[in-house]
């Protein structure tokens, strides 16, 4: 069965740090772009950063969390983390991954269920 599972969420203080765990099953990251994404209550889905198989495996950051976040993997456990630092209030949200590529007939498109991030002030 293939599935991406996101853990590592949790309540911290502004200023704190988590890690966030993206491990997929049923497949490899191999030629996929893997990204994390956010939520906040009464807000729109928004990308927070990506790590690209396709492009070398180079990283892109919105801009918020620039100098904040680093995103990396281990290829032995298949797992992506991002690693979050300074965080802030306005971080909190429901974070999910994705990983996604092209096809010849199509993306394909796995979304891990989410996980919640608070950040207290």
């Known amino acids: 069965e293939v599935q991406l599972q996101a853990s590592g969420g949790g309540l911290v203080q502004a200023g704190g740090s988590l890690r966030l765990s993206c491990a997929a099953s049923?497949?490899?990251?191999?030629?996929?772009?893997i990204a994390w994404f956010r939520q906040a209550p009464g807000k729109e889905r928004e990308g927070v950063s990506c790590?690209?198989?396709?492009?070398?495996?180079?990283?892109y950051f919105e801009d918020s969390v620039k100098g904040r976040f680093t995103i990396s993997e281990d290829d032995a456990k298949n797992t992506v983390y991002l690693q979050m630092n300074s965080l802030k209030p306005e971080d909190t949200a429901v974070y999910y991954c994705?990983?996604?590529?092209?096809?010849?007939?199509?993306?394909?498109?796995?979304w891990g269920q989410g996980t919640q991030v608070t950040v207290s002030s």
């Open positions: 994705n990983a996604e590529k092209s096809t010849a007939w199509g993306k394909l498109s796995y």
């Open positions: 049923g497949f490899t990251f191999d030629d996929y772009a």
């Open positions: 790590i690209s198989h396709a492009d070398s495996r180079r990283t």
